[in-house]
């Protein structure tokens, strides 16, 4: 349930997980191990695939399961002036992601993992342009109809 619940969903097991003193926090650990060697910051958008969105960010699993996998999607720090969604936490940043799902539309998630995750992925050698997107990840959840999505329905995806 943590790799796949909803914000609600998280935000209760947390709760509950207080409420009994249990530690937690490995929950939270980035799936590979960060580099030991520090590295330049990267500021700057980068595109990933779908894949590796969903080992960054396991809590989003819903919207990238639905993203088109045969494309890159944009991925941008969330600047000092946006809004956060979490407490301030020293080496997890917060990220813009822009996702172009199957059917073509582009949303644009809310992400957070290891801040070295990002600065290690590789740069792609391509310009990227910030496309606007059509809705938000809040929207296109409260608008999918998980009982008649095919890509719901299939547990192998
Ligand atoms: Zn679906």
């Not at 580099?35 to 080992?55: F, G, I, Q, W």
């Amino acid at each position: 349930m943590w790799e796949t619940g909803s914000a609600e969903q998280l935000a209760w097991l947390v709760a509950q997980f207080e409420a009994l003193g249990y530690d937690y926090s490995y929950l939270e650990q980035p799936p590979s191990p960060a580099p030991k060697k520090p590295v330049r910051r990267s500021p700057s958008p980068k595109t990933v695939d779908a894949k590796t969105l969903l080992r960054l960010d396991p809590t989003a699993a819903l919207e990238i399961r639905h993203a088109d996998p045969g494309t890159v999607h944009v991925l941008i720090p969330r600047g000092p002036d946006e809004a956060r969604l979490h407490p301030v936490e020293p080496g997890m940043s917060e990220f813009n992601c822009l996702l172009r799902m199957i059917d073509g539309e582009v949303i644009i998630v809310h992400l957070r993992f290891a801040t070295a995750s990002f600065d290690t992925s590789p740069a792609r050698r391509r310009a990227l342009r910030w496309t606007t997107p059509d809705r938000d990840a809040r929207l296109w959840k409260q608008d999918h109809e998980d009982g008649r999505c095919v890509i719901c329905a299939d547990e192998t995806r």
